[in-house]
């Protein structure tokens, strides 16, 4: 059994995931903590295996009080990035968390071939590496443009490796997100870049 806390549980990616998490998962195997800004925007899906907690990911102690008994972070946020990752890095290592999933974007280190960098991509680039200087059981995903398709697969590159491919189905990148929060050791200290399988 997992418990896991999703950090920005309102946005589309969280919501998506949450879904994806409670279809996949029986009673037995993951239990959610959905943390979020403004909470009575979010109806509890499943008030059996979900909680909901109110909460800004920059407020220090009520971060720290989250991570009790959680076993992964999952983290989906937009805004002041590298701020975050500061408050979550230090929150998980004062609750003895270890495994991070991180939701960074593609093109931070300018992977994509035929783009060059640019500055819009700051707060993902100076947060992804927050996450890699920790100690953490880090994964960076570094998703291509969402899309509404089905799930249809994704493809990953590492770190070093050209990006393949443009755009992500939001269900295809939820499929990794379970896989990775719900098996041990699964692409430990890494940062993935991820695209439809197409
Ligand atoms: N859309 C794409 O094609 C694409 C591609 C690659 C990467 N990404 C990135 O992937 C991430 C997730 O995307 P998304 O579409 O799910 O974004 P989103 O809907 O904007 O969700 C981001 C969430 O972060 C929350 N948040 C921001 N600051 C917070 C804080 N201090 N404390 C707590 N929560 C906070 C927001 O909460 P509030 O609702 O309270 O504002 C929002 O719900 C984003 O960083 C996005 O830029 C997107």
New binding site residues.
């Given amino acids: 059994m997992k418990n896991i806390l999703i ?10 995931a949450t879904a994806r998490f409670l279809e996949v998962g029986s009673d037995e195997h993951v239990n959610l903590k959905l ?4 909470a009575s ?1 979010l109806v509890n899906p499943d008030p059996r295996r979900v909680s909901v907690v109110e ?4 407020n220090a102690r009520k971060l720290q009080a989250a991570m009790q008994g959680i076993d992964v972070v999952f983290a ?6 590298a701020t ?1 990752a500061q408050h979550i890095v230090s929150a998980m290592n004062a609750a003895g968390v270890r495994r991070l999933i991180f ?4 093109g931070i280190y300018g992977e994509v071939p035929g783009q060059p960098y640019r500055s819009v991509l700051d ?2 680039r100076d947060s992804a590496a927050v996450v890699e200087r920790s100690d953490l059981e880090y994964t960076v995903l ?5 899309t509404h398709d089905a799930d249809i697969g994704y493809q990953i590159t590492q770190k070093g490796q050209p990006f393949i491919g443009h ?2 189905s939001l269900d295809s990148l939820s499929t990794l997100i379970v896989k990775l929060a719900t098996s041990d050791g699964l692409y430990l200290r890494c940062s993935l870049g991820v695209s439809s399988d197409h």
């Fill in positions: 950090l920005g549980a309102n946005g589309q990616l969280a919501r998506n943390y979020l800004r403004r925007r909460g800004d990911v920059c989906s946020l937009s805004g002041e990035m975050q939701i960074s974007s593609m707060p993902y570094r998703p291509g443009w969402f755009d992500i």
